[in-house]
């Protein structure tokens, strides 16, 4: 089942990259069932078929059935949630709830951190052990190229073509993009290929770049907590792999960078997608406009 698979997709971002409650995972996690079912039952299966009309029905029927408004708001930012995530991550391009009016909170936007922030991250002095090089070239990564903690998880050796100054990347449905590696996110790769993978390597030969402590391919759960740990280091609470790729995205556009280019770097089959990441662009568009216009500040 396609929704099904994409609703224990999310319930894993909410846990994992959001750090959402226990108790918030199981709530969605029951309401999103409900809702996957009952698209089941009218014959929808495929992300791609769910309409804005299926979307009302479904929350009308919660009311009908006497369900408490909160119970119903929850449900509705629940799924509301869902379709965003299920955009973002590029498992589909429809999205019925974009501009629904819902009883729900307000959408949360993207989380970034400032460049000032990054560069307060990925600057602290790492330790110089082969777990220290591994982490600081993940970060540096995950910044610099903009990938997700799973595409950094399935990178292989083969992959990566640093005299060319490129990486191979399997996205969402296993489609391949290429992504420029340049700068400091190169030097922190050569340098854990250099000095701290070799380290690692067990028994077993394993192809994959980043390894955990057995010689294995590193888990999407440990980026999560090396990111979390090192961003709590520098003072930047509860940060995520995510974070750092919606950074990437926005201080690009806040660079000048085209909204093309940025999608095709991000992997985004459709343009709307990207456009998620403009939110902090405005308020830098905001920022220059009030610094350059000579009547701004009168």
Not at 125 to 140: N, Y
Request: hydrophobic share 40%; proline share 5%.
């Amino acid at each position: 089942m396609e929704l099904e698979r994409a609703r224990e997709e999310y319930l894993d971002y909410l846990a994992v990259e959001r750090g959402s409650s226990d108790n918030t995972v199981f709530a969605y996690g029951r309401d999103l069932a409900r809702y996957v079912g009952w698209l089941a039952e009218k014959g929808v299966d495929d992300p791609e078929a769910v309409t804005r009309a299926l979307v009302e029905e479904h929350i009308a029927a919660l009311v009908e059935v006497g369900l408490a408004p909160s119970s119903v708001e929850r449900a509705v930012s629940a799924i509301k949630g869902f379709h965003r995530f299920m955009v973002t991550d590029d498992i589909c391009s429809a999205f019925p709830t974009s501009d629904l009016p819902l009883p729900a909170k307000p959408a949360r936007l993207p989380d970034v951190i400032s460049v000032e922030d990054a560069e307060r991250l990925l600057d602290q002095p790492f330790p110089k052990t082969p777990a220290g090089l591994r982490d600081h070239a993940i970060l540096e990564v995950l910044y610099g190229c903009g990938l997700r903690a799973s595409e950094l998880c399935g990178l292989d050796l083969r992959a990566v073509l640093l005299d060319e100054g490129l990486v191979r990347v399997f996205g969402k449905g296993e489609k391949e993009r290429v992504v420029p590696i340049l700068g400091a996110a190169v030097s922190a790769l050569e340098d854990y290929l250099d000095r701290g993978r070799g380290a690692l390597v067990g028994r077993r030969p394993c192809d994959a770049i980043f390894l955990n402590a057995r010689g294995g391919r590193l888990s999407r759960q440990s980026v999560h907590t090396i990111v979390e740990k090192y961003g709590r280091v520098v003072g930047i609470k509860g940060l995520h792999p995510h974070t750092l790729r919606h950074s990437f995205a926005t201080h690009l556009l806040e660079g000048g960078a085209d909204l093309r280019v940025v999608q095709e770097l991000l992997g985004h089959s459709n343009i709307a997608t990207t456009q998620l990441y403009t939110h902090v662009d405005r308020t830098h568009v905001r920022r220059v406009y009030l610094a350059a216009h000579p009547r701004a500040k009168q």
